[in-house]
Structure formats: structure tokens, C-alpha cells
């Protein structure tokens, strides 16, 4: 049997919240949020760009989440600046939401069982 990374399984269980899937919870899609994008390179500037895992968008909520999945406290203080500088107009490029999105907000989803060892 094939056994995804721990990564790509975070991927799946945080995509499944967007997502009816008989056994876990839609509480994202609950709230209209569907996902738009994996793994696209969003560019700050002309020079930096970031790569989140998932950017999720909601009509209802005019609003998108920006996700990057992490398997443990492992974020970088670079990282997190570019993310910091990520701006609404950037995302709007790549969610097909409508009406348009007035907001968005980046999130870490991080794997707690990792955290504990």
C-alpha cells in the first residue's frame, strides 16, 4: 500500500473541509468556501512570490483563505514576511469567486501530532 507524505495528508484533511466527504466535518463549506487553487505561485512584487497549499475562496463571504500546510512549529520568519505582504488584488487573480472578494486572510495548518513529538 502507497502511504502519502505526512504533507500531502495534511493537504487532503484541510481540502476536505471544503469539500462533501461522507465521515468529515464541511465546516468550511458550510460557510461557502470552495477550493480555487493548489500549490500557485502568487507573486509579491517583482522580485518574491509565495506558494501557498491552498487558497479557498467563499462568494457568500467575499473573502478567501490563503493556507499553508506545515507538519509541525516549522514556519520561517521570511516566509511569514512574504505572506504579510501578500495582498487581496493578488489573490483575486486567482479565485474565481463571485461577487469579487473584498478580503482575504493567510492560515497555517499545522499538524498537531507532529508538534507533540
Same mark, same amino acid.
Given at each position: ?11 487532503? %484533511?484541510? @481540502? ?24 500557485? %505561485? ?13 487558497? @479557498? ?6 473573502? @478567501?483563505?490563503?493556507?499553508?500546510? %506545515?507538519?509541525?512549529?516549522?514556519? %520561517? ?19 474565481? @469567486? ?20
Amino acid at each position: 500500500m502507497i502511504v502519502a507524505c505526512e504533507h500531502t495528508q495534511l493537504m487532503n %484533511k484541510t @481540502a476536505g473541509l471544503f469539500v462533501l466527504t461522507l465521515g468529515w466535518p464541511p465546516v468550511l463549506y458550510k460557510c461557502g468556501y470552495r477550493p480555487e487553487a493548489v500549490e500557485q %505561485k502568487l507573486r509579491i512584487g517583482t522580485t518574491t512570490a509565495v506558494k501557498p497549499d491552498i487558497i @479557498a475562496a467563499s462568494g457568500k463571504e467575499r473573502h @478567501a483563505l490563503v493556507i499553508e500546510c %506545515k507538519s509541525g512549529m516549522n514556519t %520561517k520568519p521570511e516566509q511569514e514576511k512574504r505572506y504579510m505582504a501578500l495582498d487581496t488584488a493578488t489573490v483575486k487573480k486567482r479565485v474565481k @469567486a463571485r461577487p469579487p472578494l473584498e478580503g482575504h486572510t493567510v492560515s497555517y495548518a499545522i499538524n498537531g501530532q507532529a508538534m507533540k513529538e
